[in-house]
Each structure stands twice: as C-alpha cells, then as structure tokens.
C-alpha cells in the first residue's frame, strides 16, 4: 500500500545553499554604505569574547551583533536593502550543486522548505527568491517598525532544528517523506529525523557522525 501525503524537501541555508555564512557579510556590506558605521562592530567584541571563551552561545552573539550594528533601522531600510542585496547573493554565492538539487526536488514536486538558523530579517525575503513554498528561521524583534535586534525566538539551530522539523512535519500533515539537507554536526539532529538525510560539503568530523547515523554524504562545490 502506498504512503498518501506530500514530499518535503528541507535545506539549511549557510553552506548548504551559500557558500558561506549569510549573516556577518550581510551587516558587513549594509554598515560598509556608510564607512564611519562600521566602527559599530567593535562594540560586539565583548560578545565574541564571551562565545568564544564562555559558551559558544550563537543565539547571544548574534543578538549582540544585530542589537550593535542595526538596531534602530526601520522595516522599510531593511527591506530596501534586500531588494539591493539578496539578488547579489544568489548571483554570486550559491552553490551549484544546492541549485541542482533544488531544481531536482522542484522537479519531483517536493514542498520546499528553508529551515536556517540565520535571521528573518533576510531569509523569507532570500527564500521567497529561491522558490521556497515555507520558510522556517530564527526571528528578531521590532518595536513599532523600528529593528530592536533581540532575538524573538530560540536560535534555529541544533535541538531547536529538530523541534522545528516535527512541528512542521504536523503543520503539513499528512507528510510521507522528508529529506533534509545541512552541512555541519548541528544540523544532524533534525536530519537525523528525516526518512532521507544529506550532508551536504561536511567536515571530517560532521562526516564521520553522518556515517554512523546512516546519513548519506555529498558535495556540492563543484557540481
């Protein structure tokens, strides 16, 4: 008897699509416009102190570099400057093999989902380029139009990934199969969960973790 539901396809962003980080060079570039903002990088240097010798607390480091460099921005710069931006991305840093295999789950009639641990303040704009039908990612808090830079949800990422796939594996019930693509060690949690999942450009480490939990290995670099 065959499995009645839809196909879901989910793909990290960060160097599962990208080539690298999204985040950092987004801020980089936004406050590189105007040079003498830059200098608002220094004040996340206690932050990067204290994830590097305190904890390794992502979700903190990136409230501090969001709250430091874009707080007080209002929707409309932040959605100006995706217009400007987001399509340079895509130009420029998108891996061949991330837009294969999009073109290929497109093809078999996968529902796409974008599931990152990178901000909202880009991704549903990014994901919403690439043809994604659900975006999934970490949230930052406004008040009265105006950025904060607080996060407004757990940080996407680790544990919280893979909460975040079985509550969209019950949002899109009845679901028959999810193939989950990511690129590091934190993602295989929520692969992990997946009927099929890819390591996509993985460290010897991640690989060697994907292994062992049945978790296929590819690369995407130069396909």
Partial sequence: MSTVGRVVAVFDLDGTITRRDTLFPYVWRYLARRPWRLARLLAVVPALLAYLFAGRD????KAALLRHTLRGE??????????????????????????????????????????????????????KLLGFDHVVCTGVRWEDGVLDGALATPNRRGEEKARCLERLRADLAPVASITAYGNGSSDLPHMRLAERGVLVNGPRRARAEAAVLGIECVDWRGT
């Avoid at 895509?90 to 989902?113: C, F, H, K, M, S």
């Fill in 58 to 61: 992502r979700g903190r480091l």
């Fill in 74 to 127: 209002t929707r409309a710069a932040i959605e100006a400057w995706n217009a400007a931006y987001l399509p340079r991305v895509i130009a420029r840093d998108l891996l061949p093999g991330a837009v294969a295999a999009l073109a290929r789950e497109r093809q078999r009639g996968a529902t796409l989902v974008l599931m990152s641990a990178s901000v909202d303040l880009y991704v549903p704009a990014l994901g």
